[in-house]
Structures are given as structure tokens and as C-alpha cells.
């Protein structure tokens, strides 16, 4: 593994500079400082260089041509400033940066692809939501082109969506945060504690498999996707073929689950909150999530609601767990998996290292921005904050979104998923099909009173 995705406890606060996590606190905050500074000295430069052709609305080649004719220069400024601010930190990361700003370019141009399509007219007829569309075009390429492996140096999955949800936020009401707390946290348990007992006991007691591979596919599903089996298979001590298998597992349920839940939603015609929780209950990685969310809240014509629910159940409830399951079957493993092995217990600090430090660059942004647009009447917020602060900030945050979702596709390749084997991936599959009948349960009808009346 990368440094930026070893063994958190070795690298102790090492981790400051060689963990995305921070990184992307460190960008999302600077860039909601940047934006604050500029809004109250009147300055629209953040607003220019949050550019995209989303909004555009075009019906013809033509309008979209003359729009980037006109802004090509804070296109260009807007490119230079991404390369800069994430070339010098995955250089840090210990990435190398004469594969990266090739890679990021590339990803760039993708991009602003897939912004234009999503600003056609007719795209809302045809369900071209640019998240899905990215996700799409992303497996496409990746699985009919092949890319050189150096060009995976740009597409960093976890960094961007990290650091679109520190920016998410700003955005986003802390007192939402602490009142839907309970609720989020409540829910986030009976789930995550379901899902992994029962994938770890089909795992060991129907197929047989070894208990640190149930330990790893267990909490990966009920979890974090990606970042919880990396802290666990280095809690228990797992194999390098451990890690992979429950990778593999959790990208092909998370493709799965971007489009089954936004469509099972629409067909069941759910509320944007309820759809938005159930996403959050049940997908299994941060950027499927936002996109599952994203793509279900602007087809029932409300994506701050959906993404909003997403985000209290998946981002500050659910990947809350990382740390407490790494630490218990860290636990677990020294005293009793390697009792004769293990000189060392395990100390309450591997919650710390195991925590996934972006949720707090979320509460900061969140805290923050609430705080100093608290005193704006609500008109003087409408017709100033929103347009002048807010806006840019999503602006920006859609972009890191969009680098994911392509990232997602471009690092897909479906002939490496067959390699999981069939009873990890009867296992996982069986805790998945408890894990969404018992978030649509939780989601609807349990909490579904609450989830509903978000956003309105």
C-alpha cells in the first residue's frame, strides 16, 4: 500500500502529511477561507474559477462553443489551480507527480465533458445525470481502452471525495447535523451491527472461510467500503489477498447499488429524504453513495433533500464505525486470534488512527460556515450569501465529485473482479440483501417520519 493508505497506527502523526484524509481537510477548509475572504472584500474571482458548463442550458453545439470561447482563460486559470493545489500535495503523498498532472489533464477534459452533457436541455429526459454519466463513461474507457496503470496516479477515488465532503460542509446546517445526530447514529448501528454479524458468521460457520477474510468482507460491507477493509485487514493482521477480495466485493455492490436504489426509489416513489437515507443505509462507498443520492434527489426534483439524508446516514453516521470495528477486532485478534503471538494489546488510540479524519473537516465547514452567515437576514442571504459564497463553494465541490465518479470508472476493470472467488462473494451478497430490505425498513417506515421532512 501507498503511504497514504498504509497502516494508520505505524505511521502515528506521520499522518498529518501522509494521510488523504487530511489533505483533504486541509484543501476543503482552505478553499471555504478563500471564498469567505473574497465574498466580504466583494471580489468574484472564486465565483469565475468555479466555472462549469453545467448551468449553461444549451440547446445547440454552437451556445455551448461561445460559452467556453468566452471563459477560456478562467478555464485555463481553473485547471492550473487544481493541478497546483493537488500536484503538491500527492507529490507529498509520495505520488509521482510526472504521472499525476498527465493523468489529472486527462481527468480534467473528462470532466468538463461531462458538466456539458449534463447542461443539455433534454439531459433531465434522458437521466443524464453527470455523476452516473461520469461513473459510466469511466467504465467504458477503462474497460474497452487499456490505460497504462501509471495513469491510476490521477485518479484518486478517495482524495477527491474526501475533499468534496469537506466542502459538502459548508454547505450544509450544523444545526441539521445535531439534530438529526441521534436519528443518523441510531440507525447507522442497527445496521452496521447487523451487516457485519451476519456476514462474518455466514462467512465462517456456512462457508467455511477464514476469519480474518470474514473480518475484512463483514465490516466492508457494513461499513466504509474501501477505507473500513483497509483499517480492518490491518487490524487483524489479514492477507494482501484478503484486502483485494473485499475491495473487489464492495466495487461491484457499490456499482450495483448507484443504480438499483435510485430506480427501486422512483418506482416506488419514495421521498427524496427517505430514498436519500436508504442510499446512505445501504451503499457501500462515499462517492456511489453521492451519486445514488445526487442522481435519485434531481429526478424527484429535490437533490439538496436526498443528498442531505445520504450524508447523516452514511458520511456522520455509518463511517463513524470504522474506528470502533477496527479497535474491536484489533482486540479481538491479539487476545484471542493471536493470543500466543501478540506481546501487545491494542490501545483506545487505534479508534483515533482508524477514524476517518475528513468527517471532521466536515463538522469544521459545517461550524464554521453556519457561524458566520448566522447574522445575514434571510433576504440579504438569498440575494448575497448564496450567490456570492455559497454557489462557487458547491460549484467546486460538484467538480471534485465529478473527478471521483470518473476516477471510480477509470480504475474498474471487470476482468479483475472475477478473482474475489464465489463464497466470499456468497457471503457478502447474502449480508447485502439484509442490509437493503433492512434500510428500506428503517429508511420508510422506522424513521421514515423524519427522513421525509427533510428539505422542506
Known amino acids: 500500500m501507498s503511504n497514504e493508505r498504509g497502516t494508520t497506527s505505524s505511521l502515528g ?35 469565475a474559477l468555479a466555472i462549469n458548463p453545467g448551468g449553461l442550458k444549451w440547446s445547440s453545439l454552437g451556445q455551448l462553443m461561445d460559452h467556453f470561447s468566452a471563459n477560456i482563460r478562467w478555464y485555463a486559470l481553473q ?22 498532472l498527465p493523468s489529472f489533464i486527462i481527468l480534467y477534459v473528462l470532466s468538463i465533458i461531462m458538466f456539458a452533457i449534463g447542461g443539455w436541455v433534454d439531459a433531465p429526459k434522458y437521466n443524464l445525470e453527470p455523476p452516473l454519466v461520469a461513473l459510466i463513461v469511466g467504465l467504458v474507457i477503462a474497460n474497452v481502452v487499456p490505460l497504462p496503470k501509471w495513469m491510476d496516479a490521477g485518479f484518486r477515488v478517495e482524495y477527491y471525495i474526501k475533499t468534496g465532503i469537506v466542502l459538502l460542509g459548508a454547505t450544509f446546517p450544523i444545526a441539521l447535523v445535531v439534530s438529526a445526530g441521534p436519528v443518523a447514529l441510531l440507525q447507522a448501528t442497527i445496521i452496521s451491527l447487523t451487516t457485519c454479524l451476519t456476514i462474518y458468521f455466514v462467512a465462517t460457520k456456512v462457508f467455511g472461510l477464514d476469519k480474518r477474510l470474514a473480518s475484512v468482507i463483514g465490516v466492508g460491507g457494513a461499513v466504509c467500503g474501501v477505507s473500513a477493509s483497509m483499517a480492518i485487514a490491518s487490524s487483524v493482521k489479514a492477507k494482501k489477498e484478503d484486502l483485494y477480495t473485499s475491495v473487489t466485493l464492495v466495487v461491484v455492490w457499490a ?68 474506528g470502533i470495528w477496527s479497535f474491536v477486532f484489533a482486540l479481538i485478534a491479539c487476545l484471542k486470534w493471536e493470543k500466543e503471538e501478540c506481546g501487545v494489546k491494542p490501545s483506545p488510540m487505534e479508534i483515533w488512527w482508524r477514524f476517518p479524519k ?58 479483475d ?29 422506522v424513521f421514515g417520519g423524519y427522513w421525509s421532512n427533510l428539505g422542506k
Do not use: H
Open 417 to 445: 473482479l472475477k478473482a474475489a472467488g464465489w463464497k466470499p462473494f456468497g457471503a457478502f451478497t447474502i449480508g447485502v440483501a439484509i442490509n437493503v430490505v433492512l434500510g428500506f425498513v428503517l429508511s420508510v417506515f
Open 255 to 322: 456499482l450495483v447499488m448507484i443504480f438499483f436504489i435510485p430506480f427501486a426509489s422512483k418506482a416506488l416513489n419514495l421521498s427524496p429524504g427517505d430514498a436519500g437515507a436508504w442510499v446512505g443505509t445501504s451503499e457501500f462507498a462515499d462517492a456511489a453513495g453521492f451519486a445514488a443520492a445526487s442522481a435519485y434527489g434531481r429526478m424527484a426534483g429535490n437533490e439538496n433533500a436526498a443528498i442531505q439524508a445520504f450524508t447523516l446516514m452514511k458520511v456522520i453516521g455509518r463511517d463513524m464505525w470504522i
Open 79 to 100: 485547471l492550473f489551480s487544481w493541478l497546483v493545489i493537488f500536484g503538491v500535495s500527492t507529490r507529498i503523498l509520495g505520488i509521482k507527480t510526472s504521472q499525476f
Open 358 to 415: 475528513f468527517v471532521i473537516g466536515f463538522f469544521v465547514a459545517s461550524f464554521f460556515m453556519t457561524t458566520i452567515t448566522a447574522g445575514y437576514s434571510a433576504a440579504d442571504f438569498n440575494t448575497l450569501v448564496k450567490p456570492g459564497l455559497l454557489m462557487p463553494i458547491v460549484s467546486l465541490r460538484t467538480w471534485a465529485f465529478i473527478f471521483c465518479f470518473l476516477s471510480i470508472g477509470l480504475t474498474t476493470r471487470f476482468k
Open 13 to 47: 502523526w506521520k499522518e498529518l502529511y501522509l494521510k488523504e484524509d487530511w489533505w483533504a481537510i486541509y484543501l476543503g477548509i482552505g478553499i471555504v477561507i478563500v471564498s469567505l475572504i473574497a465574498f466580504l472584500n466583494g471580489s468574484s474571482v472564486i465565483k
